[in-house]
């Protein structure tokens, strides 16, 4: 994964590290047990000081983000545990057989059970799993477009008086996974997508240029920050950077000066037709793919 430092950023260089490492392990940019630059080479690399990338690391190692390894460097942590995913497919199904043999089940039932599954109507409709509201509408927004099927959200900690029936599939992002799961209404029926990579979603992009504007505008506060600190991370001027919240009632005025626009999926419908915008979907294709297909088999 490629790293970006601006030095006359607001932002200070150690927040500008633990953002971008933040979001590649989040995207799968950076894999489980990959291992980091160490702290001499980013700082020979940015020429900053070396205990500014050890701050970065030392925040990160208390998030559970990476792994320090004494003598031989810095790790993106494996997410072990009895919730890791199987090296395939195949080995995740042969633990489901062997497992339901061990409790007493036949082959034939179990295969009856598996085709039955498959035969069950389509989805009729998608619950968001999401505490943050903004961030809710967004997912929802996200997942109706690429599925064509009605989507609504609930927070978490609402679940527990909500009733899911069979025809309704729980969705979240992955970062969701380990509060989920231990909520009774779940049970292992939710499906986790993954967030979109940034190098991924700017691939093609043209770079800003250093005259014109650039507005980030969302409803979702964390989309604005992030935006602004990759663009400051680009080494665009933040004297042009626009940013605004559609919460905000001048949002949509403000925005009128910029060339560009840069926004989430759902404040994308503000624009119909505006060939400035450029959208930053949250959610990587291949997991709403996925989801598409799972809900019509």
């Known amino acids: 994964m490629k790293l970006w430092i601006s030095k006359n950023s607001e932002v200070p260089v150690h ?31 940015f020429r900053i000081h070396q205990n500014t990338v050890s701050t970065a690391y030392r925040k990160l190692t208390e998030q559970g983000l990476v792994t320090l390894r004494k003598g031989s460097g810095v790790y993106v942590a494996n997410s072990a545990g009895p919730d890791t995913r199987p090296d395939s497919l195949n080995d995740l ?24 599954g498959f035969a069950e109507a389509n989805i009729g409709r998608i619950l968001v799993v999401e505490s943050d509201e903004n961030l809710r509408e967004i997912i929802v927004c996200e997942i109706e ?3 064509g099927v009605t989507t609504v959200g609930i927070a978490a900690e609402d679940l527990m008086p909500y009733g899911i029936d ?6 979240a992002m992955a970062d969701e996974r380990a509060k989920l799961d231990r909520v009774p209404e779940v049970n292992g029926r939710c ?5 979109n990579s ?9 770079r800003p240029s250093g005259d014109k504007l650039t507005a980030v505008v969302s409803g979702w506060e964390k989309f604005v920050s992030l935006a602004r600190l990759f663009l400051l991370a680009a080494d665009v001027d933040p004297a042009t950077i626009i940013t605004r919240s559609t919460r905000d009632p001048d949002w949509r005025k403000a925005s009128e000066p910029a060339s560009i626009i840069i926004c989430d ?33």
């Open 15 to 45: 927040d500008q590290l633990i953002a971008q490492i933040t979001l590649g392990i989040a995207s799968n940019d950076l894999a489980p047990g990959e291992r980091l630059p160490s702290t001499r080479e980013l700082a020979r690399r």
């Open 191 to 195: 499906t986790y997508l993954e967030p």
């Open 145 to 147: 477009m690429a599925t």
């Open 265 to 297: 999926s759902l404040t994308a419908r503000q624009f119909a037709g505006d060939d400035r915008v450029r959208v930053f979907p949250l959610i990587a294709s291949d997991s709403l793919d996925a989801l598409g297909r799972s809900i019509r088999m």
């Open 93 to 116: 199904f042969a633990r489901f057989v062997e497992h339901a043999v061990g409790l007493g089940y036949s082959t034939a039932e179990i295969r009856e059970v598996i085709d039955q």
């Open 198 to 206: 940034v190098p991924e979603a700017m691939q093609g992009q043209a």
């Open 166 to 171: 069979d025809e309704v599939k729980l969705v």
